[in-house]
């Protein structure tokens, strides 16, 4: 019942930035925590980044602390990834999904996924 719309990736070089939007429709968008995941060619998908129904409360993955940040606009139904210093281990499609849970790193828990969107860093 919720619909996950990605946008945003692109292609950088080394230590640039990007932000990525998940545009969100169906239930109610501030029931759900929401999290980000990517997926590298020939590996399996991840858990880059998650934050709690009202926004208090974020993980990420370790590769990425003190680059990412993830943020949401409840009254916008939308979540956001903002990603800076990239590197090209950073390349991958991006996935945003949500889930009912209070709050959750396992893909498991995670009900509804978007399309994915790409980002590419080059070397």
């Known amino acids: 019942q919720v619909q996950l719309v990605e946008s945003g990736g692109g292609l950088v070089q080394t230590g640039g930035s990007l932000r990525l939007s998940c545009a969100a429709s169906?239930?109610?968008?501030?029931?759900?925590?929401m999290g980000w995941f990517r997926q590298a060619p020939g590996k399996e998908r991840e858990f880059v980044a998650t934050i709690s129904w009202r926004g208090g409360t974020t993980y990420y993955v370790n590769s990425v602390k003190g680059r990412f940040t993830i943020s949401r606009d409840n009254a916008k139904n939308t979540v956001f990834l903002q990603m800076n210093s990239l590197k090209p281990e950073d390349t991958a499609v991006y996935y945003c999904?949500?889930?009912?849970?209070?709050?959750?790193?396992?893909?498991?828990?995670?009900?509804?996924w978007g399309q994915g969107t790409q980002v590419t860093v080059s070397s």
């Open positions: 999904a949500a889930t009912p849970m209070i709050i959750s790193q396992q893909q498991s828990h995670y009900d509804y």
């Open positions: 169906g239930r109610t968008f501030s029931s759900y925590s």
